[in-house]
């Protein structure tokens, strides 16, 4: 058989998409095939990052780029709907583990959606090699507990976010409209699908030739890449480096430009953004300040959410118990302390106590033309 040459390979599927999607970055296009080509290697790798397609708003291009990616990967699973048992015994079955492929993910996860644990847990522990998913077997007394395998490759697309546990282990690619200048080719699936199958194919033979390199690899990451954000892009990375060409600096690009997308537009945690903001919108420059006046400046921030969580502004109450759940460099909660002003003592928070917190949980800091105006050092008495 001749060798299949993986660098043509992957700029054949790379321009296969670009056919029929536009996606928002060059970044994207990158990322988006190089998971097509780890689906074929999954056994190779310790963990799998789900791929999520996302948007704001419906008629975004999210249905089509998931289509042309079951053409590419090894037996699509379509699960609109899926119950999460249906998904534990296919891919704990005997015909071949599935690439699943989750259209409308926000009629499973969105706000108006029921309790979906047993899905979620699915999907969390998939991620790993070594995850399995247990469940009771049986009728009455005779039950068992049974571990069943959920180690696969998932593809999602839907309205608004995702569960923080599934959005940490995704490459996200945030889609949007196309302008009025951006064209792609009508996707005809008597035609197209038979096109995709073909570079399936050779996506499969071309994972067997280069097996061998990829097994046990571990991939130089990019600079700042670490932890989660790197057990997501490892298997991506080395099947770049097996593929040769362009294709490993291409990845690394890619890597860091989704990476810090992601830092600055998903809100992993409510937490870390109040303590984003604190650091870079309110506590600028100053070593303490009042309750009552932090409330005011985090309250006033546009494009926040601390004005209106669940139809109320962000009280003193709530705002000690979030920061309470972090703790300072001595290892005690956070917690206000007194501050005298002129008017007296008041409660408050010192930037000391939230330095460690800020440099374990915070993105870096974003450019200091874009924060907010640094405040004058406090002195005391504080006037307020």
Known sequence: MTAIDGADLLN?????????????????????????????????????????????????????????????????????????????????????RPTILFDEIDTIFGPKAGDNEELRGFLNAGHRRSGVTYRCIGDGGNQTVQAFPSYCAVAVAGLGSLPDTILTRSVVIRMRRRARNERVEAFRARIHEAEGRKLRDRLAQWAEQARASVVGAWPEMPDGVTDRPADVWEPLIAVADAAGGDWPRRAREACVTLVKASQTTDKHSLGIRLLTDLRDHVLIGIDRLPTIAILDRLNALDDAPWADLDGKPLDNRKLSRMLGEYMTADNEPIRSRNIRTAGGVLKGFHAADLTDAWSRYCPPPQDSATSATPLQPSSEPMNL
């Open 12 to 96: 054949e599927v790379e321009a296969f998409h670009r056919r029929f999607n536009v996606f928002p970055t060059e970044a994207a296009y990158i990322a988006v095939a190089l998971w097509d080509a780890h689906a074929h290697l999954l056994d190779c790798f310790d963990s799998t990052p789900r791929l999520a397609f996302l948007s704001p708003e419906p008629g975004s291009g999210k249905s089509r780029a998931l289509e042309i990616v079951e053409t590419l990967v090894p037996h699509p699973m379509v699960a609109v709907n899926a119950s999460a048992a249906a998904l534990f015994r296919a891919v704990s079955g005997a015909d071949g």
